[in-house]
């Protein structure tokens, strides 16, 4: 008999990406190019850097437990009121909330495969009972979607576009969904690379919560760590009708969400000409690095995010030892159906070039 309400060896184990400082010292290397989580590689906006010098002065203050500037200026930046609004540390700890406010043991799960392995360890966490779909050619299948989709179904969870894959939901299949959504079951779209997504007709969240919200449990996650270049300070938002943001509000911890963060994020929504850029150059750079895998003769799944998933002739993990060796982050998958794949960020170009070169001599 056990003292813990749960087994460790029940948990699914969450794989980061091999860590650049670690990289360095292991290899002795001077340099390394990280490729393998998705971080925007333009880093930190010189005047972020200024304005957080300024606000560091402060931090031995707790920050405002209401978030009410942050909220403010997502308020005004989604057209919702603030009550529809959530800040969390990182959209990671806004999906355990949401599990935790849905989720009882055996109570079913919808998610996908392959996709982002949090959904996993959560349902494993709260003792889910969870209902996985295998993705289609790497993407989403409505019909397929549809048929799964019951009452008993408490939460279904998608990621959009797809980590790793890039794949996303259409508009149209996306409202379909919404309208099948059974009253007692809640809608969770991860939107974590939504600000790379440059397809016609990606859903528009915000429009399609507006529409179906009051009669739907709908909620939206979304992320400072992508676009933004703010992954280490850990914060993200949500969106949903004021009952559901209300219950997570209750249930998350006391100030789950820096000062610097907060203050952080508020500089970078009111400058959008800085994510203009950074998406402007993930297109670029994703077309630059397409071109450059078509004349290696490597498939690829088209990405709307800013990474590509990218099917190689030799194991992915041998893949990722080489180009460790030279310097060279990726992500390769323990997931049998992902072995002959690696998932790499679309970096800068000088990057990609590097990476390039180094693809050739492997394959």
């Known amino acids: 008999?056990?003292?813990?309400?749960?087994?460790?060896?029940?948990?699914?184990?969450?794989?980061?990406?091999?860590?650049?400082?670690d990289a360095k010292k292991n290899f002795r290397l001077r340099k390394v190019i990280k490729l393998a989580s998705n971080e925007n590689p333009y880093k930190v906006p010189v005047g972020l850097k200024w304005f957080l010098k300024k606000k560091i002065k402060n931090i031995y203050r707790y920050p405002d437990q209401d978030y009410k500037e942050i909220k403010a200026v997502l308020s005004k930046k989604l057209k919702l009121s603030t009550g529809e609004i959530f800040p969390g540390n990182g959209s990671d700890e806004i999906l355990d909330l949401i599990f935790k406010a849905l989720i009882k043991p055996k109570e079913k799960v919808l998610l996908f495969e392959p996709s982002f392995s949090v959904y996993t360890i959560l349902s494993d966490i709260y003792k889910a009972a969870p209902i996985r779909i295998n993705m289609i050619n790497f993407q989403y299948n409505l019909d397929t979607m549809l048929k799964k989709l019951s009452k008993q179904i408490k939460l279904v969870v998608i990621c959009n576009p797809n980590n790793p894959t890039g794949t996303y939901l259409n508009s149209t299949d996306m409202e379909r969904l919404i309208i099948k959504l059974p009253s007692n079951t809640t809608l969770c779209i991860d939107e974590a690379y939504y600000d790379y997504a440059d397809s016609g007709d990606f859903p528009d969240m915000i429009k399609l919560y507006k529409k179906y919200g009051s009669k739907k449990s709908i909620i939206v996650t979304r992320t400072f760590s992508k676009i933004y270049a703010m992954a280490g300070l850990r914060i993200g938002y949500a969106f949903s009708n004021s009952e559901f943001i209300g219950l997570i509000n209750a249930i998350r911890i006391p100030f789950n969400v820096n000062m610097l963060a907060e203050k952080a994020s508020i500089y970078a929504l009111q400058r959008e000409k800085i994510t203009q850029k950074s998406r402007k150059r993930?297109?670029?750079?994703?077309?630059?690095?397409?071109?450059?895998?078509?004349?290696l003769n490597l498939s690829y799944i088209p990405t709307q995010g800013n990474f590509i998933l990218i099917k190689i002739p030799i194991p992915g993990r041998i893949v990722f030892q080489k180009l460790l060796q030279k310097g060279i982050i990726i992500r390769s998958f323990n997931d049998p159906a992902l072995k002959y794949y690696v998932r790499i960020t679309i970096g800068t170009k000088n990057e990609i070039k590097k990476l390039i070169k180094q693809l050739k001599k492997i394959l």
């Open 1 to 21: 008999m056990t003292k813990y309400t749960i087994n460790k060896d029940d948990i699914s184990d969450y794989v980061a990406g091999y860590n650049d400082e």
């Open 282 to 295: 993930n297109t670029e750079n994703k077309a630059f690095f397409c071109s450059a895998l078509e004349r």
